[in-house]
């Protein structure tokens, strides 16, 4: 094909266990996993190219069962193919009765759906957690009292563009005046002091319009209920907005009003 002048971006590849159990191929499903984890390192290393499962199914009389073998393809389309898997779709899940195959019944989707809202969550709640993971062991090690933001590259690394931007228009505007200005509190620990600060309590709110989370924040002996939303860069979550729910105070939205403002 290349040699042709043909041009592609990714390769589409299809993993069916039920088939390969089927045919004889496998003995069970764990084997078409391997067989597709270790196809997909193969191709990416060979034609320097990405790729995604663009077809899967499993046995739509079994939802349970289904649901446990689609979580492990998942799952090993994320952790191991080297980062080249991108993506996971299922074939025809709305099918029912001729197609084996399908994931719907009476018309609503089965258990075996669920292992794709799971893995959603999964992913968003492991990037929220190793955030606070580094972010507290930081503060915590080096004693970052009474710094804020601007102090330290926390939000250069973990939050979104557009989140940056916005603290970069304010730090501008705030440059020639004296005094406490727009950040006199450090949104990642939701005050001025530091003091054995934690996280726990975690909690998936939403996947969708924006993923956003929830956990209990723990900083100078008081526990604050913080949400986060995400919006992903580069297939990286990155923090897109930080709000204070125990005193109902949403940082994005009053950076926004204080760039108006000013």
Same mark, same amino acid.
């Not at 980062?83 to 099918?95: I, R, S, T």
């Not at 949400?227 to 580069?234: D, G, H, I, P």
């Given at each position: 094909l290349r040699t042709c002048g043909v041009t592609w971006y990714i390769i589409g590849m299809s993993i069916y266990p039920y088939w390969d159990i089927d045919a004889k191929l496998e003995s069970d499903y764990h084997g078409t996993i391997n067989d597709?984890?270790?196809?997909?390192?193969?191709?990416?290393?060979?034609?320097?190219t990405e790729l995604m499962i663009v077809e899967t199914g499993v046995e739509a009389k079994m939802p349970h069962i289904g649901k446990q073998i689609l979580a492990e393809i998942i799952n090993a389309a994320?952790?191991?193919?080297?980062?080249?898997?991108?993506?996971?779709?299922?074939?025809?899940?709305?099918?029912?009765?001729?197609?084996? &195959?399908?994931?719907? /019944?009476?018309?609503?989707?089965t258990a075996i759906m669920d292992a794709f809202t799971e893995a959603a969550q999964a992913d968003v709640l492991k990037a929220v957690k190793q955030i606070y993971s580094d972010v507290s062991e930081?503060?915590?090690?080096?004693n970052l009292t009474d710094n804020t933001v601007q102090d330290v590259d926390f939000s250069e690394k973990f939050c979104s563009t557009r989140w940056n931007q916005a603290v970069d228009r304010?730090?501008?505007?705030?440059?020639?005046?004296?005094?406490?200005g727009f950040f006199d509190s450090d949104y990642w620990v939701m005050g001025q002091d530091v003091e054995n600060f934690a996280t726990d309590n975690y909690r998936v709110v939403s996947l969708s319009p924006t993923p956003t989370v929830e956990f209990d924040l723990h900083n100078c002996g008081n526990?604050?209920?913080?949400?986060?939303? &995400?919006?992903?860069? /580069?297939?990286?979550?990155?923090?897109?907005?930080f709000i204070d729910l125990s005193l109902d105070f949403d940082w994005k939205q009053a950076m926004r009003n204080y760039i108006e403002e000013n």
């Open positions: 597709f984890t270790a196809n997909v390192r193969r191709l990416a290393d060979k034609y320097h994320i952790n191991r193919c080297n980062g080249h898997c991108h993506g996971v779709f299922y074939w025809a899940p709305e099918a029912e009765g001729h197609y084996p &195959l399908g994931a719907f /019944n009476n018309h609503r989707p930081a503060y915590n090690r080096d304010i730090q501008k505007i705030e440059a020639d005046i004296e005094g406490i526990i604050i209920r913080v949400s986060v939303q &995400l919006a992903k860069e /580069n297939g990286v979550w990155k923090i897109d907005n």
